[in-house]
């Protein structure tokens, strides 16, 4: 091996915990991945998927220039032949069929890049197509909608102030596997342990005994899909026995009357037979929770994937705001990003809505301009007027990750034309006409922009590339903004003040937009004094920021929205058809939304097959 010896500090970029790694090489060669002791956030945390960071980089079947899927299998193309050819073609088929018949699929790995996260939205804008579909939908979309509801933002998502907490209540959530879903906090398991040495408690609700109910001090095992039936009857007991204690948040909340009386058919006794509980535990958690000097109430990904995950979603906060555990030290608080996409979605008009359009085929509403992915097949394979002629996917895997894997597979296959941005060929980019593949993570920069909106501390680091990318290589940004100047061009939109914005666009870059958010966000950093303090800065502990952000009227957090009353009801209504005792419940493989991660040997050994965890008596029963 020859070439000079390297030491680079970066922020991992393979899930939401923001570990900050130090990688070590020589002659061009990684030798050695680890964590970075001196980073403020992660404080040398480090899992196993940071080493996939070179398994991606150095993988052989990593494709590094645009292919043509032809009959007789792939083609090497030119860059700018490929994205021509890609902007014309779906030029023509929004000209021949409207401008709703292209649709585009984001996938998770999106938001774990600036330069995709910027230039997809970018390129979402320039498609004007109604036909989007994201991961989000699949995810966090269930407290995406309570926030924008009770706060009238969608992005205003409130994250347990964990190092501060006295009371954990972690309902559908399994950290010590995930490392933390909407809450940034590498090392969870210190952080947890933490909270129990200082005499807190950690209270675990899960069907499951997983990782981390198995260090919880109480782990209570629901029935599956319940979870709105505990949280109504917590908060049930809190009003019957007079435990409310807002504070400061009842000078600017409505609707405590209404809550209170939503929750009042939801007693300990009829939450008890709905989830497998006992009253009198359901009883003794609701006191303890609003009796705790402070306490987080928190819900993940359990609580999203079940009928009534908005229900659920909603009703975690409610509890955190009716015993006065929101945007309170040691409770639910809200991040104070350096660079604040709030702030930037409130000068775009971006604040989010819900049902402003219906799909096609089953009349879904709409969240935030996207339709559910679980419609994306049969808008696809479902003829009229309107059908999806032309996809676009951005770094995903919908056939592996979305419901009904087998019917959209089926529906791809049929698509006039398709283009991929992925840089491997699996379940769903297979069937695209042309696939554009990005550079590595470790040949772009790098900056969170989403998950320092979710982190339970306020810090900022900035990661430059490690390694220069190959002279005909292009990163995300450069080609999604390369496909909306040519489509713009197609359609003959592009006039002089559209050459100028592309041009301006271009210039700037995906790392000059995130340099003008973080010059003029709350902190007032550049990426010029980011750069001097490669371990990342320390922006302080998480502090109170309403009523200033809520966007409702009279800013005022809105505790019982209409649409979540009608919907409590339904759960209601809905007892006489609890699932039956024996329930098969899901565990999402770490590969499902990752498109990417199956690339690293080192992830996935031993999971070539899916394992059932069950007990034997449940099994033979």
């Known amino acids: 091996m020859s070439g000079p010896a390297f030491t680079h500090f970066r922020t991992c970029s393979l899930c939401e915990a923001m570990c900050g790694i130090v990688i070590r090489g020589e002659g061009g060669r990684i030798t050695d991945i680890r964590g970075d002791a001196d980073d403020p956030f992660s404080r040398g945390h480090v899992c196993p998927k940071a080493v996939a960071l070179q398994d991606l980089h150095d993988d052989p079947d990593r494709v590094r220039r645009p292919r043509r899927r032809t009959a007789s299998g792939w083609q090497e193309i030119p860059w700018d032949e490929a994205l021509h050819e890609a902007a014309e073609r779906l030029a023509a088929i929004q000209r021949a069929h409207g401008r709703h018949a292209v649709a585009l699929y984001q996938g998770n790995p999106t938001v774990h890049n600036h330069g995709a996260l910027l230039g997809g939205q970018w390129f979402a804008r320039t498609l004007r197509s109604h036909n989007k579909y994201s991961a989000t939908s699949v995810d966090q979309l269930p407290h995406m909608l309570a926030a924008l509801l009770m706060f009238g933002r969608q992005l205003l998502l409130p994250v347990p102030d964990v190092d501060r907490t006295s009371f954990f209540l972690m309902l559908g959530a399994n950290p010590l596997a995930s490392n933390g879903s909407l809450m940034t906090a590498p090392g969870i398991e210190r952080r947890l342990k933490d909270l129990r040495a200082r005499g807190g408690r950690l209270v675990v609700v899960d069907p499951r005994r997983s990782e981390t109910a198995a260090i919880a001090d109480q782990h209570f095992a629901i029935r599956p899909g319940t979870d709105a039936w505990l949280l109504a009857a917590l908060l049930n007991v809190v009003f019957a026995e007079k435990l409310e204690r807002p504070g400061r948040l009842g000078d600017f909340t409505d609707g405590f009357e209404a809550l209170a009386a939503a929750v009042a058919p939801f007693t300990p006794e009829r939450a008890a037979a709905a989830t497998g509980l006992d009253a009198a535990a359901i009883r003794a958690l609701a006191r303890d929770f609003a009796a705790a000097p402070s306490a987080v109430a928190y819900g993940r990904v359990g609580l999203c994937t079940q009928e009534f995950g908005g229900l659920a979603a909603w ?225 302080g502990p998480l502090t109170p920021r309403l009523p200033a952000v809520l966007a409702t009227p009279g800013r005022r957090v809105q505790l019982a929205p209409a649409p979540f009353l009608v919907d409590l009801e339904r759960r209601s209504a809905s007892a006489a058809r609890e699932l039956p005792a024996l329930t098969l419940i899901g565990r999402r493989d770490l590969r499902s939304n990752n498109s990417w991660m199956h690339n690293s040997e080192r992830l996935v050994k031993g999971r070539e097959r899916c394992t059932l965890l069950m007990h034997p008596a449940d099994a033979q029963a």
């Open 315 to 539: 009703l975690v906060i409610a509890l955190d705001v009716v015993t006065g555990n929101l945007d309170r030290e040691g409770g639910m608080m809200f991040a104070r990003p350096a660079a604040d996409l709030i702030a930037l979605g409130e000068r775009l008009s971006l604040r989010g809505h819900f049902g402003k359009g219906r799909s096609r085929v089953r009349g879904l509403p709409e969240f935030g301009g996207e339709y559910p992915a679980a419609a994306l097949a049969e808008e696809i394979d479902t003829p009229g007027p309107g059908q999806v002629r032309g996809l676009v996917t951005l770094a995903g895997n919908p056939v592996l990750s979305t419901p009904n894997g087998a019917r959209l597979d089926r529906a791809l296959a049929g698509l006039e034309f398709m283009v991929a941005i992925d840089p491997h060929v699996n379940e769903t980019t297979r069937h695209a006409h042309l696939l554009l593949p990005p550079v590595s993570p470790l040949e772009r920069s790098h900056y969170d922009l989403v998950f320092h909106a979710l982190a339970v501390r306020n810090t900022a680091k900035w990661s430059p590339a490690l390694f220069a990318p190959a002279p005909d290589a292009r990163g995300d940004f450069e080609i999604l903004h390369a496909l909306a100047r040519g489509l713009d061009a197609a359609h003959g939109r592009l006039g002089l003040g559209g050459r100028a914005v592309h041009a301006a666009f271009g210039w700037l870059g995906a790392d000059g937009l995130v340099d003008l958010l973080l010059r003029f966000g709350p902190h007032r950093l550049s990426r010029k004094r980011l750069a001097r303090a490669p371990h990342g800065v320390d922006l």
